[in-house]
């Protein structure tokens, strides 16, 4: 195998600029078919995107001959089902996260991956961003001496009534598709991150409630993590503050000084130790998945190791899980 050809299936909007451009734009990679269930949105896909091919049925995606590696870019209730035809088909899967909506589905699917010895990757996309390994790196060469702690805390405006009317945000509130509310579709890149610098978590512990009346799911979440390492992780998620309340910031804390950077508002890590600040600018790639797209193609390709495996995915379900499992109270 020279070339990965790709095929697509889920048409939304993260496939517009962050995904579905790079796979063209990664050397021995081609997207040559796109599959929605609404056939004109499939082919109007595929017509402003230059795709040559498109489908409204993903089993006839799954069975083109042409097609060796398959994106799932649906929501994550979709992810198990389609994950296991295509491996079943024999080919490559790249996921988008969450992985699944829950842990039990997580842990089918990595279960599937060996049964079929198959290849699959996920879309936690940050660990192939200049910033973030650059983050590892300087973690781990000691520049902040041995680290003590790490505190998160990502806070939003919540939905609002007139998007719970509109499908393409709805879905991202409701457990049975999206495995949760929003702390589901913006933790796992945090978490993933996390774990993917400090290494295996030895405890883990949370509290989630709901503030709203719009929908069942949490919309305030805590999490606390021990890593085998020593280092101490606090974390807040809320979504339901006023509209100047906005926040997206981390902070690692060690013996010689902090880091403190955002996952998704900005692209600098300002570092300050024994006083004085030192700012790194880093510019965010245009299409955000292209970095990682490369690193899965080079996998697929037998030329390198899985950037992101079924297995990370696990931990982080897990992770999730156990920060929502204890609900302080409920807006049912």
């Known amino acids: 195998m020279q070339q990965i050809n790709w095929g697509m299936i889920g048409c939304g909007d993260v496939t517009e600029?962050?995904?579905?451009?790079?796979?063209?734009?990664?050397?021995?990679?081609?997207?040559?078919?796109?599959?929605r269930r609404d056939a004109v949105k499939a082919a109007d896909y595929a017509v402003r995107h230059s795709v040559p091919k498109w489908y409204s049925n993903a089993n006839d995606l799954i069975n083109d001959p042409e097609i060796n590696a398959i994106y799932i870019a649906t929501p994550p209730a979709f992810h198990l089902e389609y994950a296991e035809a295509?491996?079943?088909?024999?080919?490559?899967?790249?996921?988008?996260?969450?992985?699944?909506?829950d842990l039990a589905s997580a842990k089918k699917l990595q279960k599937l991956v060996d049964k079929y010895k198959g290849k699959l990757s996920l879309a936690h996309y940050r660990r192939g961003q200049t910033q973030f390994i650059e983050i590892k790196k300087l973690i781990n060469e000691g520049c902040l001496g041995e680290i003590k702690l790490v505190n998160l805390r990502f806070l939003r405006r919540n939905m609002t009534p007139d998007k719970m009317t509109i499908s393409k945000y709805a879905w991202r509130v409701d457990p049975a598709i999206s495995g949760g509310g929003l702390f589901h579709d913006i933790a796992p890149h945090q978490l993933d991150m996390l774990v993917h610098i400090f290494g295996k978590v030895k405890l883990a512990n949370g509290l989630s409630a709901g503030t709203n009346k719009l929908y069942s799911a949490a919309d305030n979440v805590s999490g606390n993590m021990l890593f085998e390492n020593g280092v101490f992780f606090n974390g807040i998620w809320c979504f339901d503050i006023g509209d100047n309340e906005f926040e997206d910031y981390c902070e690692i804390i060690g013996e010689k000084g902090k880091m403190e950077f955002a996952f998704f508002d900005r692209q600098d890590v300002t570092i300050t130790k024994d006083g004085k600040s030192e700012i790194l600018p880093f510019t965010k790639p245009v299409h955000a998945q292209q970095p990682l797209i490369e690193k899965i193609v080079n996998y697929f390709l037998d030329r390198g190791e899985n950037p992101c495996s079924v297995d990370d995915g696990v931990v982080v379900m897990e992770l999730m899980e156990k920060f929502t499992s204890i609900p302080a109270h409920s807006n049912k």
């Open 17 to 35: 600029l962050k995904s579905g451009p790079a796979f063209n734009k990664v050397p021995d990679s081609k997207l040559v078919a796109v599959m």
């Open 86 to 101: 295509i491996l079943k088909a024999g080919k490559f899967v790249y996921v988008e996260k969450p992985m699944t909506v």
